[in-house]
């Protein structure tokens, strides 16, 4: 609660101070909630064209947007609640941290430090705060399923209800952002190791049928109203056109500067070409201009990817100050993850595969910093267990040993 108290108080505290409470921005959620209230269709992402139905923006946050546009209308007031759901949330997930560091490392304590220093030290405040994005949304289901599987795993083979937790729980993340299913997918993988294969056999399947059971509906409205079984969002096309051509920078701030930024939401010729084409024939328009350039520029594609990995951990925060004291954070959870694998504690494969497989579409289309927002938690707790065993290191190493109430000098 303290942890919780101190994030919420600093956060409001700071956008009140900066005048940032107001009508929230028009973001592809956002217009697509409009579009549910003004039209009853889940469409109409971009301002440029009304486009008709879409599979452009995953559908909770949208529909929860929605209802309190119903309620509250479009201007200051839908902004400020929003904007303090969105703080609350950020905050519930500062406080649970404690509960994290029990479960990954065994010592509350690395939580309560590096709760209460992420709650003092809003790297992120206007992703924490703008009330437009699910990123924050999305690293709170995250974690909270890291925190269950985390338990589950270590009493062996998980029980029945276990599975089906695990199973609602990621399709629900899934439905706010579709980037979590690969990690889901990969847990599932890992989870076949721990106990009897057989029963790991069947309740993985167990936990696989309830998550496609979550999904499922939102895949068969796809199939009916845009004509294809899209898998949560159907925009990849689309993305990995805008960052791949020879125009490109790795970086989505400075692609929305240049003139020849062919995106629906600033392109109104783009716009107007998917609004007769249809959506679906749109996207694979664009997923084949992609492809087609990346295989005739491979070297170029390679240049950009490497540059976005490099982006997606070390983002340039527009101040020296704070990309440098963030670049020390990843540094240290980079330290963290290690020496928790060295430690021989299972839980370094679960955070292992978080790192190594969320992050991969982001790698190939342009980076923004809210990509990464959804996993910082998993950085903030890792750099605070390097630092907690490094000091230990240090300290254990440095006093001397104590034998009979005699100090004896180390050997």
């Given at each position: 609660?303290l942890?919780?108290?101190?994030?919420?108080?600093?956060?409001?505290?700071?956008?009140?101070?900066?005048?940032?409470?107001g009508?929230?921005?028009?973001?592809?959620?956002?217009?697509?909630?409009?579009?549910i209230?003004?039209?009853?269709?889940?469409?109409?992402?971009?301002?440029?064209a009304?486009?008709?139905?879409?599979a452009h923006v995953?559908?909770?946050?949208?529909?929860?947007?929605?209802?309190?546009?119903?309620l509250?209308?479009?201007?200051?007031?839908?902004?400020?609640?929003v904007?303090?759901?969105t703080v609350?949330?950020?905050?519930?997930?500062?406080?649970?941290?404690?509960?994290?560091?029990e479960?990954?490392f065994?010592d509350?304590?690395?939580?309560i430090?590096?709760?209460f220093a992420?709650a003092?030290?809003p790297f992120?405040?206007?992703l924490e705060?703008?009330?437009?994005?699910?990123?924050?949304?999305a690293?709170?289901?995250?974690a909270i399923?890291?925190?269950?599987?985390?338990?589950?795993?270590k009493?062996g083979v998980?029980?029945?209800r276990d599975c089906?937790?695990?199973?609602?729980?990621?399709?629900?993340?899934?439905?706010i952002?579709p980037?979590?299913?690969p990690?889901?997918?990969?847990?599932?993988?890992?989870w076949?190791g721990?106990g009897?294969f057989?029963k790991?056999?069947?309740?993985t399947t167990v936990?696989?049928?309830?998550c496609?059971?979550v999904?499922l509906p939102?895949?068969?409205?796809?199939?009916?109203a845009?004509?294809?079984a899209s898998?949560?969002?159907?925009?990849?096309?689309?993305e990995?056109s805008?960052s791949?051509n020879?125009?490109a920078?790795?970086?989505?701030?400075?692609n929305y500067?240049?003139?020849?930024?062919r995106?629906?939401?600033?392109?109104?010729?783009?716009g107007?070409?998917m609004?007769?084409?249809?959506?679906?024939?749109?996207?694979?328009?664009r997923l084949?201009?992609?492809?087609l350039?990346?295989?005739?520029?491979?070297?170029?594609?390679?240049?950009l990817?490497?540059v976005?990995i490099r982006?997606?951990w070390f983002?340039?925060?527009?101040s020296?100050v704070?990309?440098a004291?963030?670049g020390?954070?990843v540094v240290l959870?980079?330290?963290?993850?290690?020496?928790?694998?060295l430690?021989?504690?299972?839980d370094?494969?679960l955070l292992?595969?978080?790192?190594?497989?969320?992050?991969i579409?982001?790698y190939?289309v342009?980076v923004?910093?809210?990509?990464r927002?959804?996993i910082?938690w998993s950085?903030?707790?890792?750099a605070?267990?390097?630092v907690r065993?490094?000091?230990?290191?240090?300290?254990?190493?440095q006093?001397p040993?104590?034998?009979?109430?005699?100090?004896?000098?180390?050997?």
């Amino acid at each position: 609660m303290l942890i919780f108290a101190a994030a919420f108080t600093i956060r409001m505290a700071l956008i009140v101070h900066n005048h940032s409470i107001g009508p929230l921005g028009h973001t592809e959620a956002f217009n697509v909630a409009r579009s549910i209230v003004e039209h009853g269709t889940f469409g109409n992402p971009y301002e440029t064209a009304e486009t008709g139905e879409t599979a452009h923006v995953a559908p909770l946050f949208p529909f929860v947007l929605s209802l309190l546009m119903r309620l509250l209308g479009t201007g200051g007031t839908l902004g400020a609640v929003v904007q303090a759901m969105t703080v609350a949330a950020a905050s519930a997930l500062y406080a649970l941290f404690p509960a994290l560091a029990e479960a990954l490392f065994g010592d509350r304590r690395i939580g309560i430090w590096s709760g209460f220093a992420g709650a003092a030290l809003p790297f992120h405040l206007w992703l924490e705060s703008v009330g437009t994005h699910e990123g924050v949304y999305a690293g709170l289901a995250i974690a909270i399923l890291f925190l269950c599987t985390s338990r589950w795993l270590k009493r062996g083979v998980p029980e029945f209800r276990d599975c089906i937790r695990f199973g609602v729980g990621w399709g629900v993340a899934a439905l706010i952002s579709p980037a979590a299913l690969p990690v889901a997918a990969a847990l599932l993988i890992l989870w076949l190791g721990y106990g009897d294969f057989k029963k790991a056999f069947f309740h993985t399947t167990v936990a696989a049928l309830c998550c496609v059971l979550v999904i499922l509906p939102w895949i068969i409205r796809n199939y009916f109203a845009l004509g294809s079984a899209s898998i949560i969002r159907d925009n990849f096309g689309l993305e990995l056109s805008v960052s791949n051509n020879d125009e490109a920078s790795p970086l989505m701030a400075d692609n929305y500067r240049l003139r020849t930024f062919r995106h629906p939401f600033v392109d109104r010729v783009e716009g107007r070409q998917m609004k007769t084409m249809g959506e679906t024939a749109y996207y694979k328009m664009r997923l084949d201009s992609a492809k087609l350039w990346i295989s005739k520029n491979p070297s170029r594609f390679l240049s950009l990817t490497l540059v976005r990995i490099r982006e997606f951990w070390f983002t340039d925060m527009n101040s020296r100050v704070k990309s440098a004291l963030y670049g020390v954070l990843v540094v240290l959870a980079f330290v963290g993850l290690v020496m928790l694998g060295l430690s021989g504690r299972r839980d370094a494969l679960l955070l292992a595969v978080l790192w190594a497989v969320y992050p991969i579409p982001f790698y190939l289309v342009q980076v923004d910093p809210r990509y990464r927002v959804p996993i910082d938690w998993s950085i903030w707790l890792l750099a605070a267990f390097a630092v907690r065993s490094l000091a230990g290191y240090v300290l254990n190493h440095q006093r001397p040993a104590v034998v009979d109430g005699q100090h004896k000098p180390e050997s």
